[in-house]
């Protein structure tokens, strides 16, 4: 290996400007990795190919499609433990320096960096030859694998529809079990190295925050790799049907994370929510000013209703934190019965991108479909509540029930801002709130201009 290979790059950043090449991400519409179970004879043991220009042959500063096909073969293998072992996809190629691998299924996001391809990370084949190796040597129930990335656009499309049939069909298998069946949930802690206080827990009705792992393949992990990083939580006592809160998810929780959380609440948004990592597919996020909230995922490239493009909320969402009103999530999880049952659910939910509202048509309940506004609906939060007006969005009768509060019972707090651990720079100190609820009668912002000769203070 021309670069070096370990936990410690792991979290490792590559800015646009230390970029050699980027391999997928937002400006590439279709890519993927997958890993599928095949027949002993259909593989031929460590080959690794590369079907398109390699990275020597890429322009520097280029963005290419990328998708990795990993195929595995073994008498123990099952279809059901293909998404766990794709998850270690974006785990092991994280290991390679120089190597950043975001996000997972159709969303990954590849970039190498100057440095590691000046050292002679030339050639996809040296990833290759990580995942081969890691993966053999840590499930060493895979007796055959073969790696082929794509690079070519057209080998891609060809390539595309299997990686999404294969996901659905995963996810629609967990869609008929509930949390009430099953008495063991499973935790994730891959994504501590990225948000050290960070579990996700995958229960049937609540799928991993990065929508690469569903109940049952938390069940197929935790058997072939009991060591591992994914593992069963006894449910133990239900201390809430609604919220979802479980003794035997905070027992596991406090323990994972040393202390930090100690409790969770599965299908809320507010008070105790699950963790979000920053692998989420998407956000949920609480509007004040209509009480309601919007939802975004990851690949929307716009500014949602709020102002606020994704990444800017996923800075406030990520890092292992539980964070007030924002709310990692996954696709699957707005298709669950249980989708923040406790927070009211879809009649909560008051925008959400159009492509995606038409994506979960079949989950909205129909009399709510047409009453969530979408980007070409409104623009602005003020738009959106005319508009939740006109449509009598459940979300109003919330807005009803404020009204008749007298002045005085509020004692004048009008909203709550909470953005967990909060900074705060000031005389050369950075002061930090740990979820701390400030009031106040007026916020001024003003901008902090040099001042010029002659000036007084
Ligand atoms: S998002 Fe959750 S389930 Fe997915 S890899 Fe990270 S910790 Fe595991």
């Known amino acids: 290996m021309p670069v070096d290979v370990g936990l410690v790059h792991v979290g490792e950043r590559i800015r646009k400007n230390d970029m050699h090449v980027e391999l997928g991400g937002p400006s590439v519409e279709k890519k993927f990795e997958l890993v599928k179970v095949r027949k002993p004879g259909e593989i031929r043991d460590g080959a690794i190919t590369v079907v398109g220009p390699d990275l020597s042959a890429m322009e520097e500063g280029g963005k290419f499609p990328l998708g990795i096909l990993v195929e ?69 129930i895979i007796e055959k694998i073969q790696v082929t990335f794509f690079t070519d656009k057209e080998a891609i499309s060809a390539r595309y529809a299997e990686a999404m049939a294969s996901y659905e069909a995963r996810d629609a298998r967990a869609r008929g079990l509930t949390d009430d069946d099953v008495d063991v949930f499973y935790g994730c802690a ?144 707005l298709r669950s019965p249980r989708f923040l049952a406790a927070d009211g659910g879809y009649a909560r939910v008051v925008w959400m991108p159009a492509e995606l509202k038409e994506q979960m048509r079949a989950f909205i309940p129909t009399d709510l479909f047409s009453r969530i506004a979408t980007e070409k609906d409104v623009q602005t939060v003020s738009e959106l509540r005319d508009f939740l007006s006109g449509k009598s969005h459940p979300v109003t009768e919330r807005w009803k029930a404020e009204e008749l509060v007298p002045a005085e019972e509020t004692n004048g707090a009008v909203q709550v801002f909470s953005g967990g651990d909060f900074p705060v720079m000031a005389g050369g100190f950075k002061i930090i709130f740990k979820n701390a609820k400030i009031t106040a009668d007026r916020v001024i912002i003003e901008p902090i201009r040099p001042k010029k000769p002659g000036e007084g203070a």
């Open 72 to 140: 595995i073969a073994g008498p123990q293998l099952e279809e059901d433990i293909e998404g766990v072992i794709e998850r270690r996809i974006h785990e092991y190629t994280n290991y390679v320096e120089g190597f950043m691998h975001l996000n997972q299924r159709y969303d990954i996001w590849v970039r190498v960096s100057k440095k590691a391809y000046a050292k002679g990370l030339t050639s996809l084949t040296h990833v290759g030859k990580v995942l081969i190796d890691l993966l053999k040597n840590e499930l060493p």
């Open 190 to 333: 891959l994504c501590q190295s990225f948000a050290p206080s960070h579990v996700c827990v995958i229960t049937p009705q609540r799928y991993a925050n990065c929508g690469a792992i569903s109940w049952f393949d938390g069940r197929a992990a935790a058997r072939i790799d009991p060591k591992g990083p994914i593992f069963p939580i006894s449910k133990g006592e239900c201390v809430d049907p609604v919220k979802g809160e479980y003794t035997g998810i905070n027992e596991s929780a406090r323990k994972r994370s040393l202390g930090t959380v100690s409790r969770i609440f599965l299908y809320s948004a507010f008070a105790c929510p699950h963790t979000s990592c920053g692998c989420f597919e998407g956000i949920a996020f609480y509007i004040p000013e209509v009480e309601g909230f919007g939802i975004v995922m990851r690949g929307y490239g716009d500014v949602t209703v709020n102002g606020l493009p994704f990444s800017t909320m996923a800075d406030s969402t990520a890092g292992g934190r539980q964070v007030d009103g924002f709310h990692g999530i996954s696709l699957e999880y």
